[in-house]
């Protein structure tokens, strides 16, 4: 009886060290998962950011007798109603987007911009696709969040000699930017529930612009 007392024992003693073996790698796993998911988010959100600009589109090209469906390169500021910076980009772009119910063309109307989540206070990075860009009346677009929990988006377009916080391809001799610089502003929750901004930035370059050696564009080239 005392033999069988005595394993029991050791038995509970081994369960118990188990269990908090297992509890505190649960919750490792938990804190490691809450502090890496939100740089993974942010960082698949610029990735594919980046790669609708690297296939951005000159606005109204003329392809032979016919004009290529791209329309202006506008991207404007905005102040998010969290207080920080929610800039908007409109583009036309050949980056890859989800089918459509019908009319997915090649040339996409793509536009990247900051809304409020439905049903919460947090705000979210939205990426409107619009594939069918022959119909008569303009279609709603398909959206998508891409980044959840953002505290500011702020975009900077570089004509080749300047950064400047807004771009207008009508008023810069309809051309797109050199490259747009991207930066991205989530709040992260630690285990403890405190909430620390956390910045990302990235910088592209637009393989179609010629901004930077247009004079009317660039003012650095204005003398040559």
Known sequence: MIELIVALAMVAIVAVSLASVLWTAYHSTQR?????????????????????????LQPNLN?????????????????GGAGGEADDLVLYS?????????????????????????????????????????????PQPDEEIVCRNVASFTLQYFDGTNWDPTWDSTQEDNTIPAAVQAILVINQTNANGKVTPVTYTRTVYLSASTASIDPAVNAGVSGL
């Open 63 to 79: 392809v032979g007798a016919a004009t290529a469906l791209a329309g202006d390169f506008e991207g404007t500021q905005a102040q």
């Open 32 to 56: 490691t998962r809450a502090a890496v998911e939100p740089s993974v988010a942010a960082s698949a959100a610029l990735d594919l950011f980046c790669e609708d600009l690297q296939s951005a």
């Open 94 to 138: 050949t980056a890859e987007s989800p089918q459509h119910v019908d009319a997915n063309g090649e040339i996409k109307h793509v536009e990247y911009t900051i809304v409020q989540a439905s049903g919460s206070t947090d705000y979210v990075m939205v990426r409107r696709v619009i594939r069918n860009l022959l119909t008569d009346v303009q």
